[in-house]
């Protein structure tokens, strides 16, 4: 076994050694609880109400995780550094995205100790995991917080320099985003601090609980605190598929929508054995999909098809004319344009998705 790096914040007191594995330890295996509680849910489906959630298990499990970051962070790496210590620690913390995420949940922490209000978690999706559902929840917005808790600045912050700033890092750093992965960026930064107060399984480096046991997923879950977090998956996800062009022999465009002004482009990607699947796509990628060799068309109202290309100015053209006044049909039956939005928004909000309908895995929508 490799000896265990010296990190950013050492402890050195005994005691506080003590402590801090102790406390590092709880951490990891609330986690793991946060984890497995997600799939124990009495979640359920309803033939009449839909899906109706069930999140309160997982809220009792987050509960002492919170308890246990914030006495890492105040009774075990600050208690054991001299004042100038404690500032570069503070400096570190304003400064590191995964320390923003630790002092973002002194805020969820406080408000389950100090308010007479909870902090609910918001479901982000539910899995279907072994004839029942996994629920994944992600921390409210901050601006969907109750008043109490965003009007309260005066917890117990303000004895230890962090008053008011745990607003602004919940704001940046844990609001909507998913529970899980911020439990995981405060082990990290501990991890990081101070290394040594792992719990590790015997005779190896590996951390115990760690990876998360797998449940049923259909794109990336961060199940350690190594591993990147989904937002930066995520990012390089959507940068490979619109850096790769299409899917398909040709992408059909038949309508074009305005979204708070910007042209978005529906339509149907001709797969194999002439099978198509739903796309959106802004102008800005379709010029560049052209650019690279593949090749659209543009479907008119009158039932003409017209090849999409880029003239001399650099500007997408069909049928001589710019494509955004190509006389395209307009979506029939009342809820389809909005059922073409939806599925444009979706593809914005989620990079996994857009992957899909870029790479030979998009969803036909009726026509």
């Known amino acids: 076994m490799e000896q265990t790096p010296i990190g950013l914040f050492p402890v050195a007191d005994a005691d506080l050694q003590a402590k801090g594995r102790q406390k590092m330890h709880g951490l990891a295996l609330y986690i793991a609880h946060v984890w497995e509680a997600s799939a124990s849910t009495d979640t359920t489906l309803c033939r009449h109400h839909g899906i109706e959630v069930d999140s309160e298990r997982i809220a009792l499990e987050i509960a002492p995780a919170l308890a246990a970051i914030r006495t890492l962070d105040l009774e075990v790496i600050r208690a054991g550094l001299d004042p ?3 500032q570069r620690y503070l400096d570190r913390q304003k400064s590191d995205p995964q320390g923003q995420v630790v002092l973002g949940l002194v805020l969820a922490r406080n408000a389950d100790i100090h308010l007479p209000a909870t902090l609910d978690v918001q479901v982000d999706r539910i899995v279907g995991e072994d004839g029942g559902f996994r629920v994944i929840p992600a921390w409210e917005p901050y601006d969907r917080l109750p008043p109490v808790v965003r009007e309260n600045r005066r917890g ?12 602004d890092a919940y704001r940046d750093a844990v609001g909507g985003h998913l529970v899980i992965e911020t439990l995981l960026d405060a082990l990290a930064f501990f991890l990081r ?5 792992a719990r590790r399984v015997a005779g190896t ?5 760690f990876p998360l046991p797998p ?3 259909h794109d990336y879950e961060r199940r ?8 930066d998956v995520g990012a390089e996800v959507r940068r490979l598929a619109q850096h790769d062009v299409p899917s398909g022999s040709v992408r059909e465009i038949s309508y074009r929508l305005l979204d708070d002004g910007q042209a978005v482009y529906c339509g149907y990607t001709v797969e194999q054995f ?11 990628q379709i010029l560049r999909d052209v650019r690279a060799g593949f090749p659209y068309a543009a479907l008119a109202s009158d039932g003409a098809r017209q090849e999409v290309a880029v003239d001399a100015g650099g500007l997408l053209v069909a049928g001589g004319y710019a494509l955004e006044d190509y006389p395209f049909a307009l979506p029939y039956r009342h809820p ?5 939005l939806a599925w444009w928004r979706l593809a914005l909000e989620d990079p996994f998705w857009y992957r899909r309908q870029r790479r030979s895995e998009g969803r036909t929508l009726d026509r």
Do not use: I, M
């Open 84 to 86: 100038a210590g404690v």
């Open 156 to 167: 117990p912050g303000r004895r230890n320099g962090t008053s008011g700033q745990s607003h």
């Open 193 to 197: 601090c101070d290394p040594a107060l």
């Open 205 to 209: 480096d590996e951390l115990a609980y």
């Open 215 to 217: 449940y049923t997923v």
């Open 224 to 231: 350690h605190p190594d591993q990147p977090n989904r937002a």
């Open 274 to 284: 002439g099978v198509k699947s739903a796309f959106t796509e802004a102008g800005p």
């Open 336 to 340: 389809l344009p909005q059922t073409w």
